[in-house]
């Protein structure tokens, strides 16, 4: 079965930056739109990025101007890089297609605080 596995998160502080992985296990990935998701405490999972097969993108308002999706089908890699972050970004965050299966991965947890 496919996996995807997610990396890169961590504690960092307001205004500061963080860039997360998402790394597939298959090449079938290529071939779908992919997102990033997020999971706050109490909240539910939301989407926060897209990129379509042929890299076009789409964010949460929440998000624009902030945080850029990416991915690199050579390396079956989506990425998501994050800037200016705020608390409110707080969440596990986790990588699917577009839209979502029902299988998740754990997840990585970004945790915004000073």
């Known amino acids: 079965q496919a996996q995807l596995v997610e990396s890169g998160g961590g504690l960092v502080q307001p205004g500061g930056s963080l860039r997360l992985s998402c790394a597939a296990s298959?090449?079938?990935?290529?071939?779908?739109?992919m997102g990033w998701y997020r999971q706050a405490p109490g909240k539910q999972r939301e989407s926060v990025a897209t990129v379509s097969s042929g890299a076009g993108t789409n964010y949460a308002d929440s998000v624009k101007g902030r945080f850029t999706i990416s991915r690199d089908n050579a390396k079956n890699t989506v990425y998501l890089q994050m800037n200016s972050l705020k608390p409110e970004d707080t969440a596990v965050y986790y990588c699917?297609?577009?839209?979502?299966?029902?299988?998740w991965g754990q997840g990585t947890q970004v945790t915004v605080s000073s």
């Open positions: 699917n297609t577009v839209p979502s299966s029902r299988s």
């Open positions: 298959s090449a079938i990935f290529r071939f779908y739109a």
